[in-house]
T-cell receptor, first 111, second 113 residues
Framework: DTAVSQTPKYLVTQMGNDKSIKCEQN?????MYWYKQDSKKFLKIMFSYNNKELIINETVPNRFSPKSPDKAHLNLHINSLELGDSAVYFCASSQGMSLEYFGPGTRLTVT | GQQLNQSPQSMFIQEGEDVSMNCTSSSIFNTWLWYKQEPGEGPVLLIA???AGELTSNGRLTAQFGITRKDSFLNISASIPSDVGIYFCAGHPTPDSNYQLIWGAGTKLIIKP
């Protein structure tokens, strides 16, 4: 009965590869997010979708492309991975603008 | 982008001590949220504040929404080892129409052995 789940938990890959991270929420929320947490633990929002519509698109490289097939899923695809992409990526969801519930994170390591 | 000023950056405390941390902003905020993140996990919401002056408790945790709407504090009474982690403040600035939370940089709480 996990509220927000992400796969994979760990992802180790080489520079130049393309990878995807999947996120699912079973809370019935209408808004989902992707956050990046760097090594200094700063949390930075990347994208937000409300009812499958992109509403926040922060300044991130266009190698990052979110996809929301339905309200319960928000996936993140990353092309041509770079060393600087190494971080922990968190998916989150909320009902409207109220609270945000976070997934357990995906630790991406690019070598 | 905009970021909240959260202090202190880290705290070393003895078990049983009270802890206090705060967040300030140069602009007015509509909501204040406090989260805790443990190693290897995502942030977990502790307390949500929606009105200026609001004081809310969650067990040994107490948080307040500042009267000026530009600050908030979180207190932890009688700390225990499981309180260790990183505490983040976050809030919705007003006017806010884009679902975006603004985050502090976190306060790392460490309990001295």
């Amino acid at each position: 009965d996990t509220a927000v789940s992400q796969t994979p938990k760990y992802l180790v890959t080489q520079m130049g590869n393309d990878k995807s991270i999947k996120c699912e929420q079973n809370l019935g929320h209408d808004t989902m997010y992707w956050y990046k947490q760097d090594s200094k633990k700063f949390l930075k929002i990347m994208f937000s979708y409300n009812n499958k519509e992109l509403i926040i698109n922060e300044t991130v490289p266009n190698r990052f492309s979110p996809k929301s097939p339905d309200k319960a899923h928000l996936n993140l695809h990353i092309n041509s991975l770079e060393l600087g992409d190494s971080a922990v990526y968190f998916c989150a969801s909320s009902q409207g603008m109220s609270l945000e519930y976070f997934g357990p994170g995906t630790r991406l390591t690019v070598t | 982008g905009q970021q909240l000023n959260q202090s202190p950056q880290s705290m070393f405390i003895q078990e049983g001590e009270d802890v206090s941390m705060n967040c300030t902003s140069s602009s007015i905020f509509n909501t204040w949220l406090w989260y805790k993140q443990e190693p290897g996990e995502g942030p977990v919401l502790l307390i949500a504040l929606y009105k200026a002056g609001e004081l809310t408790s969650n067990g040994r945790l107490t948080a307040q929404f500042g009267i000026t709407r530009k600050d908030s504090f979180l207190n932890i009474s009688a700390s225990i080892p499981s309180d260790v982690g990183i505490y983040f403040c976050a809030g919705h600035p007003t006017p806010d129409s884009n679902y975006q939370l603004i985050w502090g940089a976190g306060t790392k709480l460490i309990i001295k052995p």
